[in-house]
């Protein structure tokens, strides 16, 4: 392959036209029950002081996820001071995309609610003793929901999750799973047609972090590698 502009790449790889590449965009209906519960758990913990940490991946897309998540929580709360309740944690490489409790027992006292990012889809233990200790976990992640995590082919679970195959089975990235779960706070909890929370360059990070993450250049994600 050679050098050219992202779009000229997309249109190779796909072995598809520019007119066919305009045309294959759709935004398709989601179903929103866990985007609203999420939105009311990250809301109602800002608004009672609450404190927030994202853990997200070490690689490219699960950066550019956490990132996406970390800046807009920021964005939207107006006392600047109240910013800090927000922190960002990025797992190891040597972590082997685990989190050690022993290791990380202060996450259990010091947060209300944790977001995964790119990541934590099948940490059951993990998640299950953060909700023993009463902290709200919300999963933005798109890899294979793993068969521990089904029962009867129903999601098990009592935390939130924020998962393309929750959606229509479109192979998001983390990446753009966390823009889609942040346009939806955005529309719904501000009717905010011009996203002022959603700055330009966090669509920069969705792309970079679907571009890298190699999910596919069509549907929805041209919609953020454009």
């Known amino acids: 392959m050679h050098g050219g502009d992202l779009k000229e790449i997309v249109m190779e790889i796909n072995k598809i036209s520019e007119k066919e590449l305009n045309n294959g965009y759709k935004k398709e209906n989601i179903n929103t029950n866990d985007m609203y519960d999420g939105m009311r758990i990250i809301i109602d913990t800002i608004r009672n002081n609450g404190k927030i940490l994202i853990i997200n991946d070490y690689d490219a897309d699960g950066i550019c996820s956490g990132y996406i ?29 685990n989190i050690s409790f022993e290791e990380n027992k ?65 192979p998001l990235s983390g990446s753009g799973t966390a823009m889609r779960f942040i346009e939806y706070i955005d529309n719904v909890c501000f009717n905010n047609k011009n996203k002022q929370y959603i700055t ?23 919609y953020y590698i454009l």
Do not use: W
């Open 69 to 97: 998540m970390y800046n807009y929580l920021r964005n939207i709360i107006s006392d600047i001071k109240k910013r800090d309740n927000i922190n960002i944690y990025t797992l190891h490489p040597s972590a082997n995309r």
């Open 106 to 170: 202060e996450f259990f006292t010091q947060y209300d609610c944790i977001i995964f990012t790119d990541i934590g889809i099948n940490m059951q233990e993990f998640i299950s003793t953060a909700l023993n200790y009463k902290i709200n976990v919300i999963v933005i992640d798109h890899h294979i929901i793993d068969h521990h995590v089904l029962e009867g082919g129903k999601i098990n679970r009592e935390h939130i999750i924020i998962h393309p195959e929750l959606f229509n089975g479109y």
């Open 200 to 222: 330009e360059y966090l669509y920069i990070f969705a792309g970079l972090g679907t571009f890298a993450d190699m999910v596919g250049y069509l549907g929805e994600n041209r």
